[in-house]
T-cell receptor, first 112, second 115 residues
Framework: GNSVTQMEGPVTLSEEAFLTINCTYTATGYPSLFWYVQYPGEGLQLLLK?????DKGSNKGFEATYRKETTSFHLEKGSVQVSDSAVYFC???????????FGKGTTLSVSS | DGGITQSPKYLFRKEGQNVTLSCEQN?????MYWYRQDPGQGLRLIYY???????QKGDIAEGYSVSREKKESFPLTVTSAQKNPTAFYLCASSIQPGGRYEKLFFGSGTQLSVL
């Protein structure tokens, strides 16, 4: 079946540190891949996406590259800020006509 | 401003009671979704609807019911058959139902607790 696996959290970093959150997936066909972010007490917001192999999604200093050979979509940021503290969800759509499938989420906590 | 409105923000359910969570969108989106969020479990799909008067079960539909009589509205009823209803419930919508480039727009959620 289709699924998304994220690294377990929480991830705790100091401000300006480098961030990597690992995400791997299992899917039939050619899924589209997404990262969503959830700030405390709020719903989710789309952070970035990639719709085909080797595409790189980027937004607000975050990047992720669609790697079909390793079925991965790892999230990276070169220098995190306190305001980046949130829960990050990796997700995919396996095919048309179905809903997004989410990973379990990774909590990021950044201290100054 | 366009968006998705969920109400109430907090809801309490007594034993054996049905409760209904409201979700309204003014984005003119065709598709709407209900997800349940539990700590450490991520988001799990309860129901989704691609068009008015049609909906499909997600992964954890048991104990829940929905209706889609209007494009703008997709209420979720948590029935007494749902034995563990305490969770954060998120409603979402998208322009196209399940397209490859799908972006979901989320409401701010309803926290349901059992008294």
């Amino acid at each position: 079946g289709n699924s998304v696996t994220q690294m377990e959290g929480p991830v705790t970093l100091s401000e300006e540190a480098f961030l990597t959150i690992n995400c791997t997936y299992t899917a039939t066909g050619y899924p589209s891949l997404f990262w969503y972010v959830q700030y405390p007490g709020e719903g989710l917001q789309l952070l970035l996406k990639a719709t085909k192999a080797d595409d790189k999604g980027s937004n607000k200093g975050f990047e992720a590259t669609y790697r079909k050979e390793t079925t991965s979509f790892h999230l990276e940021k070169g220098s995190v800020q306190v305001s980046d503290s949130a829960v990050y969800f990796c997700a995919l759509t396996p095919q048309a006509g179905t809903a997004l499938i989410f990973g379990k989420g990774t909590t990021l906590s950044v201290s100054s | 401003d366009g968006g998705i409105t969920q109400s109430p923000k907090y809801l309490f359910r007594k034993e054996g009671q049905n409760v209904t969570l409201s979700c309204e969108q003014n984005l003119n989106h065709d598709a709407m979704y209900w997800y349940r969020q539990d700590p450490g479990q991520g988001l799990r799909l309860i129901y989704y609807s691609q068009i008015v008067n049609d909906f499909q079960k997600g992964d954890i539909a048991e104990g829940y019911s929905v209706s889609r009589e209007k494009k703008e509205s997709f209420p979720l009823t948590v029935t007494s058959a749902q034995k563990n209803p305490t969770a954060f419930y998120l409603c979402a919508s998208s322009i196209q139902p399940g397209g490859r480039y799908e972006k979901l727009f989320f409401g701010s959620g309803t926290q349901l607790s059992v008294l």
